[in-house]
């Protein structure tokens, strides 16, 4: 598999270059555009996953203990798994949907719709089955601490259904996308406070991201088994993310698009990391109110990532509200969803398989373009003739 992941990750960045230096100067417009704190909140809360709330502080002490990482420190290696290089997954397929696929229409073909879009539906339940998974660690009041009890089946039920609800209307991913920032960015600053850890602890944590950028390289391709997987998990979500994200940019040119992905996610990221690892290495306790708030942002990211991804698939499988009816298209996401969570949760399911199969479809278009495609995508000088328009008097999100 990782020989797999190698190739993937070789091609995907050899493809982030080509696309930059060929359209570098291209104005990348979506059809629904919006200012770029609105792109960018979209961006981020549907991008990333509870994941991102929960595992820093169960890995920061494994990574200390494996030689494999010895070349930096824990913090590095953990901004390392979630930020900056790797966003450039996303710059590839948010760039590729709103400017190279409305000429091509690789993802319309029969066969490549319905893979794609089973790789949605896995992705989002296996989202779920991590909040499931990890919930007991973080609601230790609650069982014994390590067994998944009724009660999170329950919760994580629940927010299914919520994410199911919010994706009937487009303006409820928005709002919610916006809202799931603040609240991470309000996590962020209590947390920082509750520490103790004051500006100057900060300032030196973040240093320590220093590292990462030092070592760059060693990043690009798998480090160990455990990094296999979160570069399989990068994947599963690339095609996606950059399906549904593509259609909110704003009129970035395209390298300015790579930068606004590369960097402004990588901030709070690395604010988050540096105030997760005071946690750590000062050794102060999570429980109570502070694993409380820690479970209701992750809750809210929960339902941002799926409700996006609920609303990428319905419409692209015309699983629509309007052709449904809002009672039974939300009765159908929940039951096929939750009972894929259970498949993930029992392992049945594993994300590295999903990853390979969009590395597969990675392969598969740049293969359909350059034997049938190869002179509209190298004519291409700007994003598509009906997004070209004054992206100000679209609808926008303040």
């Not at 710059?91 to 719709?113: A, D, N």
């Not at 690395?270 to 809750?299: D, Q, R």
């Amino acid at each position: 598999m990782n020989m797999i992941l190698t190739f993937g990750i070789l091609l995907a960045f050899a493809l982030v270059i080509f696309f930059t230096i060929r359209w570098r100067n291209v104005d990348c417009v979506g059809v629904t555009p919006v200012h770029l704190f609105t792109f960018i909140a979209i961006l981020f809360t549907s991008g990333l996953d509870v994941g991102l709330i929960m595992f820093p502080l169960a890995e920061f002490g494994g990574y200390a203990e494996d030689a494999a990482y010895s070349f930096a420190n824990p913090l590095a290696i953990e901004f390392g798994f979630w930020g900056f290089l790797i966003w450039g997954f996303y710059f590839l397929t948010t760039f590729y949907f709103c400017v190279i696929e409305p000429r091509v229409g690789f993802f319309e073909i029969p066969l490549v719709k319905i893979v794609n879009n089973i790789v949605i539906i896995g992705t989002c339940a296996f989202t779920a089955s991590l909040f499931l998974i990890y919930l007991p660690g973080y609601i230790p009041e609650i069982g014994d601490g390590e067994t998944v009890v009724t009660t999170f089946y329950l919760i994580v039920f629940v927010t299914i259904l919520a994410a199911a609800y919010s994706s009937t209307d487009l303006k409820y991913v928005r709002v919610l996308s916006v809202g799931s920032s603040l609240l991470f960015f309000a996590l962020i600053l209590g947390m920082w406070a509750y520490s103790g850890m004051g500006v100057g602890g900060l300032g030196s944590n973040v240093a320590l991201l220093g590292d990462y950028f030092a070592n760059l390289h060693k990043f690009a391709l798998p480090l160990t088994d455990y990094h296999a997987f979160y570069l399989f998990w990068w994947f599963a979500w690339s095609i996606m993310i950059g399906q549904f994200t593509s259609r909110f940019v704003g009129g970035l040119k395209t390298w300015q698009l790579l930068l606004a992905l590369l960097v402004f996610p990588s901030i709070p990221l690395g604010i988050w990391f540096s105030v997760l690892y005071h946690y750590h290495t000062a050794a102060i306790p999570t429980e109570g109110l502070v694993n409380l708030a820690m479970i209701i942002v992750g809750v809210t990211f929960v339902i941002n990532s799926l409700d996006s991804l609920i609303r990428l698939y319905t419409d692209n499988l015309s699983l629509t509200v309007d052709r449904l009816g809002k009672a039974p298209y939300v009765a159908l996401n929940v039951a096929v969803l939750f009972g894929l969570t259970l498949l993930f949760q029992s392992q049945w399911l594993q994300i590295q398989w999903i990853g390979a199969i969009v590395i597969g479809l990675y392969l598969a278009c740049v293969l359909y373009i350059a034997l049938l495609k190869r002179t509209e995508v190298l004519s291409i000088a700007s994003s598509p003739e009906d997004r070209n328009l004054d992206f100000h008097k679209v609808e926008q999100v303040h």
